[in-house]
């Protein structure tokens, strides 16, 4: 097989919220940069409106890679230049100052949480990826039957902030944004990277990182062919300052552990994972036009926070309950649904591990929630059904399996208030995935110091959400994004000392 040689200052592995934002620090500090990603770049004027056909191209594997344990739990990764950011809602928010404490006071991460560096990068960060808070005007059925029904139970419900100050509404971020109005890495933080004289090679998948005395010097990999993902040639690329690992929390310690690390690496995998509740209205909702994710609850001591969530009709279609004729009548009032959906902060810790068999990807992921999860998780539905109704739903289709698929109202929520519920009776799924490289001050209790270098290993860091000690309760990119550009930009300061001392 063909061999591919290169070499850079920083090598950097996934071009996610991660990966992106140290190629932006690193770069914009006029270093020499290499980006290396697994998945291809995606024009949006190549990618399809079809949501089937654009998961198959941004999504690994299909999105078919399950957890395993108690209940197979689907986990949503991005495969494709910009990672998860390329195919996310843009939500942002700040590290919560309750996790920003506990990380200081139980994990000895007071260096890298440190308020001013801290609250600088999440301030550059929204300036340049264009944070602001979702209008009225861009709410559409969806987010507006929801602020709805916080203003009749007095929940405190709020616009959500996103990177996508010029949304239009075509509630198609998961196909990717149509216009480019949301600035995830693959239109923002990378091509920002490469005008600053950073390399993009795609296709690109990494196996392992090259360790010589203790110290990392380089990775190795193959380029895959973007049809059949097969390898067409061997790859090798040296890096003469530092490897950065920013691949996901579920892929970083499988190149980790393929490359001999060992110990915490691929402990304590946390989730967020979520539920949905589907309500039908008399008058339309049209949740194709607004943003696909626009309002949210954020009820940190029941440790959930609720969102709108727009599905075009093709994913719709198979949560709505019924079948044969009564199905087909309910697919002639597609317009008149609204879905809302709830990411509970478990407490549950899981394991990832290389593995053949670990669905396409090469990760089996061991995660079961917790009795006290499971808990929250009814809650959470109950508490749904209660607002669709408050918000004048006539049907509620809570989604559980056993329990009745359609009730008519409030007073059948009990029902599902006073059931036992097991994970394998929910369609849960998570996409805010944590903690399998953890950062910390005790070297006996993390992966990473607070710089994000890998004990005892030179010239190699972890960039990306694996390094998080404890899930946050909420939505994840923009802390990674900031802990990125403090690590990255001390790695930066060093690189350049060094040289001016050389
Ligand atoms: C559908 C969905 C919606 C979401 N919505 C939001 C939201 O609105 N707001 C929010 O804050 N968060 C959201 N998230 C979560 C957020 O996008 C992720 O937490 C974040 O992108 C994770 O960043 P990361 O750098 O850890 O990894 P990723 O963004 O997943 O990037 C990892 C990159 O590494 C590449 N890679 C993996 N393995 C290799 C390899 N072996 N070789 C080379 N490259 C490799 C991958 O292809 C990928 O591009 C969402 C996630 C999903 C899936």
Redesign the pocket.
């Known amino acids: 097989m063909r061999v591919v040689d290169d070499v850079a200052d920083f090598v950097i592995?996934?071009?996610?919220?991660?990966?992106a934002t140290a190629a932006r620090v690193l770069a914009g500090a006029g270093r020499d940069v290499l980006m290396?990603?697994?998945?291809p770049l995606l024009r949006t004027a190549d990618r399809p409106a079809e949501v089937l056909d654009a998961m198959a191209l941004a999504f690994r594997d299909f999105a078919t890679a399950t957890t395993r344990g108690s209940y197979p739990m689907p986990m949503?990764?991005?495969?494709?230049v910009?990672?998860?950011?390329a195919?996310?809602?843009?939500?942002?928010?700040r590290l919560p100052e309750d996790v920003r404490a506990q990380w200081i006071a139980e994990h000895g991460l007071g260096r890298l949480v440190e308020r001013r560096a801290l609250d600088d990068a999440f301030e550059q960060i929204e300036r340049e990826l264009e944070v602001t808070e979702t209008s009225e005007a861009l709410y559409g059925g969806n987010a507006e039957r929801m602020a709805e029904a916080c203003r009749v139970m007095g929940l405190p419900g709020k616009a959500m902030s996103r990177n996508a100050a010029r949304c239009k509404g075509s509630a198609r971020c998961?196909q990717g944004c149509p216009g480019e109005a949301r600035q995830s890495m693959d239109v923002s933080y990378i091509p920002r990277s490469q005008r600053d004289g950073a390399r993009l090679l795609t296709l690109?998948?990494?196996d392992r990182v090259i360790m010589e005395w203790g110290r990392a010097v380089g990775v190795e990999?193959v380029l895959v062919d973007a049809e059949t993902r097969r390898p067409v040639a061997q790859l090798r690329v040296m890096a003469r300052e530092a490897v950065i690992v920013?691949?996901?929390?579920v892929?970083t310690p499988v190149?980790l552990r393929r490359s001999g690390l060992r110990g915490l690496v691929g402990e304590r995998f946390q989730a967020h994972p979520g539920c949905a509740v589907v309500g039908r209205f008399d008058e339309p909702v049209t949740m194709s036009r607004g943003a696909t994710?626009g309002y949210e609850v954020p009820l940190r001591d029941r440790r959930l926070k609720l969102e709108t969530l727009a599905l075009p009709p093709e994913l719709l279609a198979p949560r709505l309950p019924g079948a044969g004729a009564v199905w087909q009548q309910r697919l002639t009032e597609m317009d008149h649904y609204a879905q809302w959906s709830f990411i509970c902060r478990t407490e549950a810790h899981g394991r990832v591990r290389p593995s053949l068999f670990g669905g396409g990807s090469g990760a089996a992921v061991h995660f079961s929630p917790t009795a006290s999860d499971m808990e929250r998780v009814r809650y959470g539905i109950g508490l749904l059904c209660r607002m669709m109704f408050a918000a004048g739903a006539r049907e509620v289709f809570p989604g559980i399996g056993g329990l009745p698929s359609v009730i008519g109202g409030v007073d059948e929520i009990d029902a599902i208030e006073r059931s036992p519920l097991r994970p394998q009776q929910l369609n849960m799924v998570a996409?805010?995935l944590f903690g399998t490289a953890c950062a910390g001050g005790d070297p006996r209790a993390s992966v990473v110091d607070a710089d994000l270098a890998v004990r005892d290993v030179q010239g190699l860091y972890v960039m990306?959400?694996s390094v998080f000690p404890t899930n946050l309760g909420v939505?994840?990119?923009?802390s990674?994004m900031a802990l990125t550009w403090v690590a990255a930009s001390r790695l930066a300061n060093r690189a350049l000392r060094r040289a001016a001392a050389a």
């Not at 290396?36 to 998945?39: A, D, T, V």
């Open positions: 592995v996934g071009t996610g919220a991660g990966g290396l990603e697994e998945g949503l990764q991005g495969r494709c910009g990672g998860a950011t195919i996310n809602s843009g939500i942002i928010w998961l690109a998948r990494i990999g920013s691949a996901s929390a892929q190149i994710q996409s805010h990306d959400a939505n994840p990119q923009h990674i």
